[in-house]
């Protein structure tokens, strides 16, 4: 990097975080196994909850929503297994209020909100809310959610893609401390958000689902103190990030140590043509990886940039997929032997006011290269690309007074793993969104019609196992006006095939209009008429191993199945159809 | 005399009840031929076929069949530019940090998916009419062609208006007349076309392999001189004659676990017991279940392998928890139970067949909790030694004696058992406290009090024969069916009038179908509309009955909407935001005449002994005694065992334990 220039750095920490360790007695194995499984189980039951009593579609159907518990010290014990992006950096975001507002001052009833992308925030749509958890009059710990709120203001409903700064992407919550009876609940702060938000009936109910999911977690918190005394509770959070801690750092002592580079593209910024560069240098020490992304090209001027807490989560989920058995509950004890460091004022570290909406993109890339950079040393461990971006469709209309938002998120393929074919029309792994079912979509919106909804043949990756099938969906517009805004990625640069895997089918998006098929670009916005088809393509996952060792047999059943066609199984795979 | 038949996976079951008492016979299950395993256990109890009037059947053939995908072929139909509904699913991953993530398989392949052109619209509207000549062009080829024998079709919107779905039924029966179609309106009218399109196809699937099995199963029985009345359980917790199965496969999903929870249910009942939480331990996997006011909770969310079942079926919680599980230490040095099962083969290390790893079953064994001559009635041989050398190396990893490790590994299978409990009471809003606890299932009367304790639960029921409960359960229950309805409806003024039109439309229809099976018109009704806040897409349901609904007010339907909500999502009490009704259900219930009588058997002798055991991490001296000698009113303090032919009861120290008049033994924790 550029002598003089500042940089973000997470340390890589040996030591537990601070705590009173005085009444360190040692921890029964039976209390401390039933109070980690308890301390697990309550936060599912909170992203359950949240999901199921929310409003908005991209909530309650599509579940871009996450909930975690959290010790006093806002360290994560456990978290509700949504969406790896949210999930990562929630501490990060937590300590950003802690700063300004102790814990210790906190009473019944306060909380904490934050979406501030330069104040240890994601992008502005993920709100963070933390309520603390009293029992007995004392502080035991946190509980916390965050929901994608489908609309909370900005330049364009739902989507903003041709925004300057932060500012024109919505409102903006600042790490502050609010207290529920106060100023939500009918008070300022509900009031400040309904008047700043295009649904608010949506978007309010869906805070209201937030608090009530941290209201849950607080009670099975509270229960468990009942029985073993928070004293003992407050012991086992502490034992579970250590436990995860350990096992993850036994994980990385298997990992044959040295340095590692890794690189990726998002195809553009939206303005220009050129595409945007991801670096990572990896490096495996001991029991201990650090990830540097020195190198990686300057901030962009649109919304492609990727704030830092969205970095170290993209960075996190990559390095916890690929090394560690997915039954380490992740917590604060997974990130203690990570480092993670990025210049300021790169895509992967922007400053202020740089718009971030659709960060995660290059939060993909960040993903992509540090698995390129692990594939050198365990080939058995990670996948090819994949459609690996979070495709984002707004398709709104204002109706007189009143807005319908459609907002939908989409996946496509997955790359190929050394042992099996790529999953077909998935969300990407830093996501995990559902779809909006069509009967959904037909009950809740009349200014447009899903009319087909499908995979795409061929659009896989060949290799010794083939890479995930894409999907396409079809929308006939009923009405003039009606917005659609989008951000998309690989429609240029198509996902990379590994060890001899050919790469993924690249996604697109167009409109049929008058018979007149009108290519729309990845990262733009356009006014639909009554009649149109609008269609997007995402992108298919790559292969994984050389193409003329997959057998036979699993050639047959793609071509029975029609996951490939006869065309592309003679030119491909030199099989007769 | 009535007859109850279950087959599990390992042992089938056999309770006959008759004026002459009780009969209880167990003979080892056929996996690939469960009606085998059924007849044997018939034969063996030697009952004369001619002399049974009711038999009632419980079999896991249809959800082997899921298992093993082991169905007939089978098509699915759905609207054009939708074939792939299947396939997609719904777009997420149930393990995100799993990037070999593969979803589940559908039963229906693609390459058996097909379309028809036409639309319906959300308001039950025609966007695009159904061609009849073009699918006799198009779709009827294509399914001769594939020789399917079975059809599921769902088109989009068909469960508000069925009208297109119908039509390819008739055009498919016209022309092959011997594929068995079933339509999504007919089996699940909930929206969301991957849920009920998948259900539609799992029911399909099933389909003939229910029919064949009950037209095989009736034919040997017609042979043997059977005349009675031959019924089959349902997963909804009743049964339905075999005959009325056609065309309801999917309802038999989950019928094992739901038999038990009735048998139980009905059984402590006659002491007047009526919220329980049923508490089924086998050996490897426990099955848990709210009962309130004498009604098993009921769910529409239901999975098997992976793919949503959206019929209303006993709210039933599973985990792998059981006297198989397997006892371990993970590499961050946690001590966990399960969900890994030795299974049947090779079973807990004491069964000296070759287990290697330590079991919850060696742990009773180390423990003294069971008797190794408990175990079939002493037919089995037990080795002690085993248990113990497999349990070795837990008990040095937390340097613990033997005993103190199989102790810890029952507790820790306790409190596993403990939160699925809490899944279904708690986190729904029921406190625990607020019921007793029924155990049942080989190895449930175990573990029953220590896990009533550390829910603060004071009372345990534990009926007799709780090991056979579920055959019990298929004599024991009534016969059922439900009746669905979705219909939208804000929840304003009229809403009392609204709602008790619906329930006289859905009266009249379930009175219809009564009639077509046969059932007697002596029908009881219970009514639940699903309701939610405008907005929301899940739905809490609120039941009403017949009484209430001829003089409640909008008001107070509004309210009891409210109140529930609060109760699930720790909001919506005071709430003046919109509610709206979602759909309807009505269960319509032909009870049985009269309940066969559950005794304790009497011919299991076991002389009355002191016994040490280990228990509550210390070593105590106990009695040992056979159930069947308690006297009725004779107070037994614990710790003691008291064993019948299918199960032991433990009674923890500081809990005593009494039979009643109805030969339910009652546990009540020390004041």
Known sequence: MAAGSARSKTAARKTRAPADKKANVKLDPVDYAVISQGLIAAAKEMGTKLVRSSYSTIVREAQDASAALFDRHGNVIAQAELIPMQLGPMSEIFRACAAIYPPETLKEGDFYINNDPYGGGQHLQDVFIFSPIFYEGRLVGFSGTTAHHLDLGGGNPGLTPDAVDVHAEGIIFPPSLYNYDRDWNGGSLERLVTSNVRVPAQTVGDFYAQFAANAVGAERIRQLCDKYGATVVMQAMEELIDYSERRFRAALKEVPDGVYHGEAYVDDDGLSDEPLQVKAKVTVKGDSIAVDFDGTCAQVRRNLNCPWASTISATLAAIKSALTSPDIPFNEGVKRPISISAPKGSLVNPNYPAPVRARMLAAYRCFNAVMHALAQIVPDRVIADGNDSTDVTSISHLDGTRYQVYLEVYGGGYGAGPRKDGCDAVDSPLANCTNTPVEATDMDFTHFRIVGYGLIPDSGGAGKQRGGLSFFRSFEILKDDVNFAIYSDRFRLPPLGLFGGENGKRAACEVMRAGKKIPIASKSKVYLRKGDILTLFTAGGAGYGAVGERPREKIAADLKQGYITKGAARAVYGQKG | ?671
Request: hydrophobic share 40%; aromatic share 8%.
């Open chain 2, 1 to 671: 005399m009535r007859v109850g038949v279950e087959v599990g996976g390992t042992f089938t079951d056999l309770v006959a009840i008759g004026p002459s008492g009780i009969r209880i016979t167990k003979v080892p299950s056929v996996p690939r031929r469960p009606d085998e395993g059924a007849f044997n256990a018939l034969l063996e109890s030697g009952l004369p076929l001619a002399k049974i009037d009711d038999l009632a059947h419980g079999s896991t053939v249809a959800t082997n069949a899921v298992l093993e995908r082991k169905g007939f072929p089978t098509a699915f139909v759905t609207t054009g530019g939708f074939r792939d509904i299947l396939a997609i699913q719904r777009h997420g991953r149930s393990r995100i940090y799993d990037l070999e993530y593969q979803k589940p398989a559908p039963v229906v392949d693609r390459a058996s998916s097909f379309e028809v052109d036409e639309r319906i619209l959300a308001d039950g509207s025609i966007e695009k009419a159904l061609d009849p000549a073009k699918v006799e062009k198009t779709l009827i080829p294509a399914l001769r062609k594939g020789g399917y024998q079975a059809v599921a079709v769902c088109l989009l919107n068909g469960y508000v208006n069925s009208v297109h779905e119908e039509l390819v039924r008739d055009l498919i029966l016209k022309h092959c007349p011997d594929v068995l179609v079933t339509i999504s309106s007919g089996t699940t009218r909930e929206f969301r076309e991957y849920e009920r399109a998948t259900t539609t196809t799992l029911s399909a699937y099933v389909q003939p392999v229910i029919d064949r099995y009950i037209n095989r199963f009736s034919a040997r029985l017609a042979e043997h001189g059977f005349k009675g009345r031959f019924s089959v359980m349902q997963s909804n917790g009743g049964r339905l004659p075999a005959e009325a199965m056609r065309g309801n496969a999917v309802n038999v999903l989950l019928s094992g676990p739901a038999a038990g929870v009735v048998g139980a249910t009905r059984q402590v009942a006659r002491s007047e017991f009526s919220n329980l939480i049923t508490l089924d331990i086998g050996g490897t996997s426990t099955d848990v279940c709210l009962v309130t006011d004498g009604q098993p909770q009921l769910t529409t969310e239901f999975m098997i392998d992976g793919l949503p079942v959206r019929v209303p079926v006993l709210d039933i919680h599973t985990i792998g928890a059981g006297g198989g599980s397997i006892v371990w230490v993970d590499e961050g040095g946690m001590l966990r139970v399960g969900p890994h099962s030795a299974g049947a083969d090779p079973g807990p290390a004491c069964y000296g067949k070759g287990g290697a790893r330590p079991t919850i079953t060696d742990a009773h064994i180390i423990r003294q909790t069971m008797r190794p001559e408990a175990f079939l009635g002493g037919r089995m041989k037990i080795d002690v030694e085993a248990a113990k050398r497999v349990f070795r190396p837990i008990a040095d990893h937390f340097k613990m004696s033997i005993e103190e490790a199989a102790d810890s590994a029952v507790q820790l299978a306790n409190a596993n058992i403990v939160r699925a409990i809490q899944l279904i009471s708690t986190e729904r809003g029921y406190d625990p406290r607020d019921y007793v606890l029924v155990p049942f299932g080989g190895a449930g009367p175990l573990h029953a009090a220590q896990i009533a304790q550390d829910l603060a639960i004071e009372t345990v029921v534990v009926p007799p024969a709780a090991g056979v409960m579920s055959a019990y359960g298929l004599i024991a229950s009534d016969f059922l069916q439900f009746e669905t309805l979705t219909r939208r409806r804000s929840v304003g003024e009229d809403a009392a009038r609204f709602l008790r039109e619906v329930y006289a439309e859905m009266k009249a229809r379930a009175m219809e179908r009564a009639r077509q099976m046969n059932l007697p018109e002596k029908l009881v009704f219970d009514f639940t509309a699903e309701m939610r806040f405008v907005g929301q897409a899940f739905e809490v349901p609120v039941s009403f009955s017949e009484k209430d609904l001829a003089k409640i007010s909008s008001a107070a339907i509004l309210k009891r909407f409210c109140d529930e909500h609060q109760k699930v999502y720790f909001f919506g009490a005071n709430s003046d935001k919109p509610v709206e009704f979602v759909s309807f259900r009505l269960r319509f219930t032909l009870p049985i005449s009269k309940l066969p009588l559950l005794t304790e058997e009497t011919d299991h002798k076991i002389k009355a002994a002191d016994v040490r055991m280990f228990d509550g991490r210390r070593w105590q001296e106990g009695r040992l005694v056979s159930r069947g000698d308690i006297k009725p009113g004779k107070r037994i303090k614990g710790p003691a065992l008291l064993e019948d032919p299918t199960s032991t009861l433990l009674v923890p120290a500081g809990w005593t334990a009494s039979r009643d008049e109805n030969d339910n033994t009652i546990l009540k924790r020390k004041g």
